[in-house]
């Protein structure tokens, strides 16, 4: 009995003996670091772009509609016709309008004929005033004459009487003399009435004149009444004429000649004709909502279409609304294109990739280097700390599905696990030697449909 617990005795100490050195060996063989391929975040961030449909529009179009009614007398184009701006496209027969043009020009002549008569009359007045004015000088220097010859008269009539009263003349001599005083004084009162209706006639000539001046100054009025409606029967009859409001094609013609064509005016609905500048066109597109945000104006943009394959032109965002479409949640969007070999038509249409973002501040690492599934903007990664795997938290921003743009967490200069299958956190590891590291994946940009 002794025996045989001594020889169990043994055998456990052997087993436990044989436990405590594999225990030794597997913690020195889990201490020998594993071979992992790394890689170094690359400089730049991910290409953020909208690729859209797009179409192709005329950077300028007008429909030229009649504004006077009359029979389209004249049609200078066609479809496809190239024209420059200012150019006679069609002519409208409208005889009134001509007619109407005809009789305002005879009223100007005619109103411009009154003022002349006029201005005579006022020419005729003056002439008048003058004279009378001169004429109440005259009076009054008469006044003035006869004054001093009633004067001459009184004296000399004073000293006769008082020589008659002293019998030194007999009185039949102051008696003449006494006449020819009373002759005096008769004439100075009939100068001094001269001078008033004299004076009297001076206004009445000043009045004629203001009057005449008046006269001028309404047929001058008249004039201008007269050369308005002139103006405006002439305009008419310009608008008799169609023509082209810039360079451009002739996209639409609705009318042959000999057609009735209703003004706008007068409720016409169908252009007579349509021109479009199309050497500058304009692509429009849509930008959803989600990258709305990071359109500006002047973003790079890449247009291709369906009707040119192999080819892209290039251009830049030119304008846009500033405000969503509440239906489609998309931003109205115009991209300018210089078209100088017309080979851009209006109506065709493709994709129209706006670059939204092309960041260089951040850097990417391919897609194959996160552990497990990113949440809320952040991820984790496996980094070489110390000769070991440390589980490290990143920030991610966009994901094109190849690389994956890295906001914060790690710096460019970090060695980045991409055998995130073999390693825990902790792990032992040493890069793989150069030669062996992978190719860097070609990043690509971000488009969203």
Same mark, same amino acid.
């Given at each position: 009995?002794?025996?045989?617990?001594?020889?169990?005795?043994?055998?456990?100490?052997?087993?436990?003996?044989?436990?405590?050195?594999?225990?030794?060996?597997?913690?020195?063989?889990?201490?020998?670091?594993?071979?992992?391929?790394?890689?170094?975040?690359?400089?730049?961030?991910?290409?953020?772009?909208?690729?859209?449909?797009?179409?192709?529009?005329?950077?300028?179009?007008?429909?030229?509609?009649?504004?006077?009614?009359?029979?389209?007398?004249?049609?200078?184009?066609?479809?496809?016709?190239?024209?420059?701006?200012?150019?006679?496209?069609?002519?409208?027969?409208?005889?009134?309008?001509?007619?109407?043009?005809?009789?305002?020009? %005879?009223? $100007?002549?005619?109103? &411009? /004929?009154? +003022? *002349?008569? #006029?201005? =005579?009359?006022?020419?005729? @007045?003056? !002439?008048?005033?003058?004279?009378?004015?001169?004429?109440?000088?005259?009076?009054?220097?008469?006044?003035?004459?006869?004054?001093?010859?009633?004067?001459?008269?009184?004296?000399?009539?004073?000293?006769?009487?008082?020589?008659?009263?002293?019998?030194?003349?007999?009185?039949?001599?102051?008696?003449?003399?006494?006449?020819?005083?009373?002759?005096?004084?008769?004439?100075?009162?009939?100068?001094?009435?001269?001078?008033?209706?004299?004076?009297?006639?001076?206004?009445?000539?000043? %009045?004629? $004149?203001?009057?005449? &001046? /008046?006269? +001028? *100054?309404? #047929?001058? =009025?008249?004039?201008?009444? @007269?050369? !308005?409606?002139?103006?405006?029967?002439?305009?008419?009859?310009?608008?008799?004429?169609?023509?082209?409001?810039?360079?451009?094609?002739?996209?639409?013609?609705?009318?042959?000649?000999?057609?009735?064509?209703?003004?706008?005016?007068?409720?016409?609905?169908?252009?007579?004709?349509?021109?479009?500048?199309?050497?500058?066109?304009?692509?429009v597109t849509q930008i959803p909502d989600r990258d709305v945000?990071?359109?500006?104006?002047?973003?790079?943009?890449?247009?291709?279409?369906?009707?040119?394959?192999?080819?892209?032109?290039?251009?830049? +965002?030119?304008?846009?609304?500033?405000?969503?479409?509440?239906?489609?949640?998309?931003?109205?969007?115009?991209?300018?294109?210089?078209?100088?070999?017309?080979?851009?038509?209006?109506?065709?249409?493709?994709?129209?990739?706006?670059?939204?973002?092309?960041s260089t501040k951040t850097f990417t690492i391919p897609a194959?280097?996160?552990?497990?599934?990113?949440?809320?903007?952040?991820?984790?990664?496996?980094?070489?700390?110390?000769?070991?795997?440390?589980?490290?938290?990143?920030?991610?921003?966009?994901?094109?599905?190849?690389?994956?743009?890295?906001?914060?967490g790690i710096t460019s200069d970090d060695q980045v696990i991409?055998?995130?299958?073999?390693?825990?956190?902790?792990?032992?590891?040493?890069?793989?030697?150069?030669?062996?590291?992978?190719?860097?994946?070609?990043?690509?940009?971000?488009?969203?449909?």
């Amino acid at each position: 009995m002794g025996l045989a617990v001594a020889w169990w005795g043994l055998v456990g100490r052997r087993a436990e003996a044989r436990k405590t050195i594999a225990d030794s060996n597997a913690e020195t063989k889990s201490a020998e670091p594993i071979t992992v391929r790394v890689v170094r975040p690359s400089p730049g961030g991910i290409r953020r772009t909208s690729a859209q449909i797009g179409s192709v529009q005329p950077f300028q179009e007008a429909d030229l509609f009649a504004k006077v009614s009359g029979y389209l007398s004249k049609l200078y184009v066609d479809y496809g016709d190239h024209v420059k701006a200012g150019q006679i496209l069609a002519e409208i027969d409208d005889p009134e309008d001509v007619e109407e043009a005809n009789r305002t020009a %005879a009223d $100007v002549a005619q109103a &411009e /004929a009154v +003022v *002349v008569q #006029a201005q =005579a009359l006022v020419d005729s @007045a003056q !002439a008048d005033r003058s004279a009378f004015a001169t004429a109440v000088e005259q009076a009054e220097a008469e006044v003035e004459r006869y004054a001093s010859m009633r004067n001459y008269h009184e004296k000399k009539y004073a000293r006769y009487r008082d020589l008659v009263a002293r019998q030194a003349i007999p009185q039949q001599i102051a008696d003449e003399e006494e006449e020819g005083y009373e002759s005096a004084m008769a004439s100075e009162t009939a100068s001094r009435k001269a001078v008033l209706n004299a004076k009297a006639q001076l206004e009445a000539a000043v %009045a004629r $004149v203001k009057k005449a &001046e /008046a006269d +001028v *100054v309404v #047929a001058r =009025a008249a004039v201008q009444v @007269a050369r !308005a409606k002139h103006a405006r029967a002439q305009t008419f009859v310009a608008y008799m004429k169609i023509s082209s409001p810039y360079d451009g094609v002739v996209t639409r013609r609705n009318y042959f000649p000999g057609a009735f064509i209703r003004s706008a005016a007068e409720g016409g609905t169908i252009p007579l004709l349509t021109v479009a500048r199309i050497d500058k066109v304009r692509v429009v597109t849509q930008i959803p909502d989600r990258d709305v945000p990071y359109a500006d104006v002047g973003d790079e943009a890449d247009v291709t279409l369906d009707a040119i394959p192999g080819r892209v032109f290039k251009g830049a +965002v030119s304008r846009f609304a500033n405000s969503e479409d509440p239906t489609s949640r998309t931003m109205y969007t115009e991209i300018d294109l210089p078209n100088p070999d017309l080979e851009l038509r209006p109506g065709m249409y493709g994709v129209a990739t706006v670059i939204l973002d092309q960041s260089t501040k951040t850097f990417t690492i391919p897609a194959s280097a996160l552990v497990g599934e990113s949440h809320g903007g952040k991820g984790d990664v496996f980094a070489i700390k110390d000769g070991v795997a440390k589980k490290t938290r990143v920030e991610i921003g966009a994901d094109d599905g190849l690389r994956i743009e890295i906001l914060s967490g790690i710096t460019s200069d970090d060695q980045v696990i991409l055998d995130v299958g073999s390693v825990a956190d902790g792990t032992p590891v040493q890069p793989a030697p150069e030669q062996s590291r992978p190719a860097k994946e070609t990043p690509k940009p971000v488009h969203h449909e």
